[in-house]
T-cell receptor, first 112, second 113 residues
Framework: DGGITQSPKYLFRKEGQNVTLSCEQN?????MYWYRQDPGQGLRLIYY???????QKGDIAEGYSVSREKKESFPLTVTSAQKNPTAFYLC???????????FGEGSWLTVV | GENVEQHPSTLSVQEGDSAVIKCTYS??????FPWYKQELGKGPQLIID?????GEKKDQRIAVTLNKTAKHFSLHITETQPEDSAVYFC????????????FGKGTKLSVKP
């Protein structure tokens, strides 16, 4: 099936540890995105990538890092520098930066 | 910065009634306005979108209207059903970039049978 796969669905980490969330898409989309969602809030853009080996910061990039070594993969690392990492993280993709965005099923990260 | 305001934050309707969710945006260059439906614990799904050269778009029980002069757009759901219960998000493109979206804070719609 074609789509966007995020893993793991649920992740628990201790404070001070880095954690990496996986996002893979087999839609042949050039653009990929990471959003953060907090309860009662809209989606906020963390990072986006329009093409392999290139990415830009979104509105809340501090404490996060990404890589885009392959077209189909856009992993997000939540570093210990992120002050409030507990949230629902959504990966998305689009054919290119000028087209409709489609979302994955999300990953819940809880830091204790 | 640019923003999108969405109202109401919660909406409860009786099955069969209509539901209307309204959004206003600040970026006068926005030209793409999608609506997403998000069920609990899942990713948002695109349900309808509209571009700035169109005033209204319909898809079965769902319609979206756009008033570019007033910078607001609305989602209309007719003949609501319990399975319409979810959180709905509006979004507006930042400038002319369809892939760079600003989201509203969402509306939790509850349809009572």
């Amino acid at each position: 099936d074609g789509g966007i796969t995020q893993s793991p669905k649920y992740l628990f980490r201790k404070e001070g540890q880095n954690v990496t969330l996986s996002c893979e898409q087999n839609l042949n989309h050039d653009a990929m995105y990471w959003y953060r969602q907090d309860p009662g809030q809209g989606l906020r853009l963390i990072y986006y990538s329009q093409i392999v080996n290139d990415f830009q910061k979104g509105d809340i990039a501090e404490g996060y890092s990404v890589s885009r070594e392959k077209k189909e993969s856009f992993p997000l690392t939540v570093t210990s520098a992120q002050k409030n990492p507990t949230a629902f993280y959504l990966c998305a993709s689009s054919v290119d930066e000028g087209n409709t965005i489609y979302f994955g099923e999300g990953s819940w990260l809880t830091v204790v | 910065g640019e923003n999108v305001e969405q109202h109401p934050s919660t909406l409860s309707v009786q099955e069969g009634d209509s539901a209307v969710i309204k959004c206003t945006y600040s970026d006068s260059a926005s030209n793409y306005f999608p609506w997403y439906k998000q069920e609990l614990g899942k990713g948002p799904q695109l349900i309808i979108d509209i571009r700035s050269n169109v005033g209204e778009k319909k898809d079965q029980r769902i319609a979206v209207t756009l008033n570019k002069t007033a910078k607001h757009f609305s989602l209309h759901i007719t003949e609501t059903q319990p399975e319409d219960s979810a959180v709905y998000f509006c979004a507006a493109s930042l400038g002319g970039s369809q892939g760079n979206l600003i989201f509203g804070k969402g509306t939790k719609l509850s349809v009572k049978p």
